[in-house]
T-cell receptor, first 113, second 108 residues
Framework: KAGVTQTPRYLIKTRGQQVTLSCSPI?????VSWYQQTPGQGLQFLFE???????NKGNFPGRFSGRQFSNSRSEMNVSTLELGDSALYLC????????????FGSGTRLTVV | KNEVEQSPQNLTAQEGEFITINCSYS?????LHWLQQHPGGGIVSLFM???GKKKHGRLIATINIQEKHSSLHITASHPRDSAVYIC??????????FGTGTRLQVFP
């Protein structure tokens, strides 16, 4: 059974640009959640999607957005990048009953220069 | 005050030692998760608890809902257990709030 796949693994962008990150969940998992990890703030919840609907959102500015497609794949977008957006972005998927908790992807490491 | 507090922040141990990492939280939760993160970033889910105790190999996790406290124990620690261990509480369906992590180093 394939795991959670995040692409790309590494990304370097310039301030002011925008970026789109992709997450493909485990087959059958309909919930995808996104997290940002930085040395200063640790892991923080960004948002969660279930069946193409955003169910929860963390305390991040509107520059951070996401969506989920009918095949449960999810994308997150960050517009007008700032240096502080440099982070490891992780997504996780879970089965509808969450019986086995979460499966995390390997993450996308974004560097903004 | 953080909603999820972990202790200790750093832990060093000799191979074979019994290790305990603690997690306290201040919010209502539907479940508590213990996660392991190795250098390079990948996160592995170790346990999901809503009550009682779970065991997997040399790892044991317990939770006391009334006291809002959980512990992760590692018996007979091994250098390959060296990692950051993160406690996370689950609220509102799939929203996780994370502790700051405990960095464990086990020396041979």
């Amino acid at each position: 059974k394939a795991g959670v796949t995040q692409t790309p693994r590494y990304l370097i962008k310039t301030r002011g640009q925008q970026v789109t990150l992709s997450c493909s969940p485990i087959s059958g998992h309909r919930s995808v959640s996104w997290y940002q990890q930085t040395p200063g703030q640790g892991l923080q919840f960004l948002f969660e999607y279930f069946s193409e609907t955003q169910r929860n959102k963390g305390n991040f500015p509107g520059r951070f957005s996401g969506r989920q497609f009918s095949n449960s794949r999810s994308e997150m977008n960050v517009s007008t990048l700032e240096l502080g957006d440099s982070a490891l972005y992780l997504c996780a998927s879970s089965s509808p009953d969450r019986a086995y908790g979460y499966t995390f992807g390997s993450g996308t490491r974004l560097t903004v220069v | 005050k953080n909603e999820v507090e972990q202790s200790p922040q750093n832990l060093t141990a000799q191979e074979g030692e019994f290790i305990t990492i603690n997690c306290s939280y201040s919010v209502g939760i539907s479940a508590l998760h213990w996660l392991q993160q190795h250098p390079g970033g990948g996160i592995v889910s170790l346990f999901m608890l809503s009550s009682g105790k779970k065991k997997h190999g040399r790892l044991i996790a317990t939770i006391n809902i009334q006291e809002k406290h959980s512990s992760l124990h590692i018996t007979a620690s091994h250098p390959r257990d060296s990692a950051v261990y993160i406690c996370a509480v689950q609220i509102n369906t799939d929203k996780l709030i994370f502790g700051t992590g405990t960095r464990l180093q086990v020396f041979p």
